[in-house]
């Protein structure tokens, strides 16, 4: 117990302090973060799953729930399980947040199905989805940071990939989010 209650204690001091585990999410529960970030995820897995996501399905609030249901899927995607990651986040999750009309998180969620599939090797796909799905609602939200990264994710990928012209346009995306990062006076940017 004595482990448990220092990880929630550690949790709540950077909470304190400005620091956020997650996505930043208010729904985060520090201590949680605290021991996957010390690689207990299957404590970390039990609580979100027996103890947390329980209290939002009480509470009936759908967007917490699927924001509980996201962070369980970044703990299986974490442990490897990457089939039932996906499948939560394509069956669980994104329905939600489209049904509900978040649209930040139907991009955020479709940011991180992409992941999945390119931890599983299907590259393809994942730059697809960002490309034609993810990029469209952060053009249309203004949000520059997150196509800035998205861009950076995609040459990521690219360069992995390796097939003809995907060094050029990794080229051109990582320009891209350099001239954005510049924009916004990012200091890493130079």
């Not at 861009?151 to 690219?158: G, M």
Request: glycine share 10%; charged share 35%; with cysteine.
């Amino acid at each position: 117990m004595e482990g448990q209650e220092r990880a929630w204690r550690e949790g709540w001091a950077a909470r304190r302090h400005g620091r956020r585990c997650g996505r930043g999410n208010s729904l985060s529960f520090p201590g949680v973060c605290i021991l996957g970030a010390r690689g207990e995820l299957d404590k970390a897995l039990r609580i979100r799953r027996e103890e947390l996501l329980s209290v939002y399905e009480r509470l009936g609030d759908v967007r917490a729930v699927a924001v509980a249901k996201g962070k369980i899927a970044d703990v299986l995607s974490a442990r490897g399980e990457l089939d039932e990651a996906l499948r939560i986040r394509q069956e669980e999750t994104l329905p939600v947040y489209e049904r509900v009309g978040d649209v930040r998180s139907v991009a955020v969620a479709l940011g991180e199905v992409a992941n999945i599939l390119m931890a599983r090797g299907e590259l393809d796909e994942a730059v697809r989805i960002q490309q034609e799905d993810e990029w469209p609602i952060y053009e249309r939200l203004g949000a520059v940071r997150e196509l800035l990264v998205g861009r950076a994710n995609v040459a990521i990928i690219l360069l992995r990939r390796g097939q003809p012209g995907d060094r050029e346009e990794a080229r051109e995306l990582l320009g891209l989010a350099l001239e954005a990062a510049r924009e916004m006076r990012i200091p890493e940017a130079g």
